[in-house]
């Protein structure tokens, strides 16, 4: 059994409760919030860090796109139907990424943070 994670609101850190989680939220914060090569268990899970990049749309594509591929994993096993994902720059050393996940009952997830850069 998964214990919830709860999201703070405005800041996207995640705090563990001891409420069953209902949803595969524990699976999105950990694989945006784990640096890819990090996890002992498996060395392709996690995110992809964007250690010292500018603030410019490339890098906002790239934010994106190291989150699908994050992701990715829950489609594999089937325990989500659709991933999308947006980033935008927000101002000049943030920008701002929104998941939606649907998972293989239809319920969507949804989760933003903020990707600090130069």
């Known amino acids: ?3 919830e994670i709860e999201i703070e609101q405005g800041t996207g850190r995640g705090s ?4 069953k ?3 595969i939220m524990n699976n999105v ?3 945006l919030m784990v640096k890819k090569g990090s996890f002992f268990f498996n060395r392709d899970f996690g995110l992809q860090k964007q250690e010292r990049a500018k603030c410019t749309d490339k890098t906002a594509a790239l934010a994106k796109d190291y989150a699908l591929d994050a992701l990715n994993w829950l489609k594999e096993l089937a325990r ?3 991933i999308t994902v947006q980033a935008r720059r927000v101002d000049t050393h ?3 990424r929104t998941v939606e996940v649907t998972q293989a009952d239809g319920l969507v997830v949804s989760y933003t943070t ?3 850069v130069v």
Do not use: G, H, Q, W
């Open 29 to 31: 914060y950990l694989s």
């Open 114 to 116: 903020f990707v600090e």
């Open 21 to 23: 989680a209902e949803n």
């Open 16 to 19: 563990m409760t001891f409420t």
């Open 80 to 82: 989500a139907k659709e």
């Open 1 to 3: 059994m998964d214990f």
């Open 94 to 96: 943030r920008i701002e």
